[in-house]
């Protein structure tokens, strides 16, 4: 699936400047070196952080989009930063758990 | 033989949120190279988290990326503290990074651990109170 197809299942897009990206899996972690360890490439990300780090993180990892859980919000300048540097960035009220189980299925 | 491609950063030691900028320069620099993406992958990577630990532990260096024929070099020094115990460093979970560190989801102690993960060979030259070189090569063949 793409990263573009979020919006229509229940998603709030923050930024995406790269909606064909597709996902391939999903990883789930607020530790950035955990994520950088055990996430692969093409991966959805699944956290609750949200300062400026995470979209290095995402960048230099190559993750198709952060999902923010728990209705997480991106601050302006880094929503800004987001956009400029390529990366899908979406919100959910959903819990971590939730939205992995919701990706599950729409995976499958 | 074509000289060897060399990109130079100093790295900021007081500024931790733009820290990733020498890192995301180089991944830019690298896929302008044409290079494949799970190799850029690793090389960004892991040098940030060599960045990041010279920004948190170090106050700062300097980062060297060279790009040769069958490798990319990444060569990251500074004048910090040094590193006293290198195999405890080494094991994932050891951190000395302070708690303001960690509430930005770093300082889990997968640092050291994610560079030699990511890279084909890693070494470690450090001396207490002069500094730390770290030298790690990714093979491109
Ligand atoms: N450049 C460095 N200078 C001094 N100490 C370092 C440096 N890099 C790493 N260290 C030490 O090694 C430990 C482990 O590093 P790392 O695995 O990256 O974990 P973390 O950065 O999360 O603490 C650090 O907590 C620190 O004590
Ligand atoms: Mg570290």
């Given at each position: 699936?793409?990263?573009?197809?979020?919006?229509?299942?229940?998603?709030?897009?923050?930024?995406?400047?790269?909606?064909?990206?597709?996902?391939?899996?999903?990883?789930?972690?607020?530790?950035?070196?955990?994520?950088?360890?055990?996430?692969?490439?093409?991966?959805?990300?699944?956290?609750?952080?949200?300062?400026?780090?995470?979209?290095?993180?995402?960048?230099?990892?190559?993750?198709?989009?952060?999902?923010?859980?728990?209705?997480?919000?991106?601050?302006?300048?880094?929503?800004?930063?987001?956009?400029?540097?390529?990366?899908?960035?979406?919100?959910?009220?959903?819990?971590?758990?939730?939205?992995?189980?919701?990706?599950?299925?729409?995976?499958? | 033989?074509?000289?060897?491609?060399?990109?130079?950063?100093?790295?900021?030691?007081?500024?931790?949120?733009?820290?990733?900028?020498?890192?995301?320069?180089?991944?830019?620099?690298?896929?302008?190279?044409?290079?494949?993406?799970?190799?850029?992958?690793?090389?960004?990577?892991?040098?940030?988290?060599?960045?990041?630990?010279?920004?948190?532990h170090?106050?700062?260096?300097?980062?060297?990326?060279?790009?040769?024929?069958?490798?990319?070099?990444?060569?990251?020094?500074?004048?910090g503290p040094g590193i006293k115990d290198v195999s405890l460093a080494?094991?994932?979970?050891y951190?000395t990074?302070?708690?303001?560190?960690?509430?930005?989801?770093?300082?889990?102690?997968?640092?050291?651990?994610?560079?030699?993960?990511?890279?084909?060979?890693?070494?470690i030259?450090t001396e207490l109170g002069?500094?730390t070189?770290?030298?790690?090569?990714?093979?491109?063949?």
């Amino acid at each position: 699936m793409k990263v573009g197809d979020l919006p229509g299942h229940g998603f709030k897009a923050l930024a995406l400047p790269d909606p064909d990206r597709s996902i391939d899996g999903v990883y789930i972690g607020d530790l950035l070196s955990w994520v950088m360890g055990r996430a692969q490439m093409d991966n959805a990300w699944i956290t609750i952080m949200s300062n400026n780090n995470v979209i290095a993180v995402a960048s230099l990892a190559d993750c198709s989009c952060v999902l923010l859980a728990e209705g997480v919000e991106l601050p302006e300048d880094l929503i800004e930063l987001a956009n400029q540097k390529f990366i899908n960035v979406l919100t959910s009220e959903k819990s971590a758990y939730e939205i992995a189980v919701l990706l599950s299925g729409l995976l499958s | 033989m074509p000289d060897a491609l060399v990109f130079h950063f100093d790295v900021d030691g007081e500024n931790f949120t733009s820290a990733g900028q020498a890192s995301t320069a180089v991944k830019r620099n690298l896929r302008q190279l044409g290079l494949p993406s799970e190799i850029i992958r690793r090389v960004s990577i892991a040098m940030y988290e060599g960045e990041i630990n010279m920004v948190i532990h170090a106050n700062g260096g300097a980062a060297d990326v060279i790009v040769h024929e069958d490798c990319i070099e990444i060569i990251l020094a500074d004048h910090g503290p040094g590193i006293k115990d290198v195999s405890l460093a080494m094991q994932e979970g050891y951190s000395t990074a302070p708690d303001n560190i960690r509430s930005l989801g770093f300082g889990a102690g997968m640092g050291l651990p994610n560079m030699k993960r990511y890279t084909d060979s890693m070494k470690i030259d450090t001396e207490l109170g002069v500094g730390t070189t770290i030298t790690m090569k990714v093979n491109l063949t």
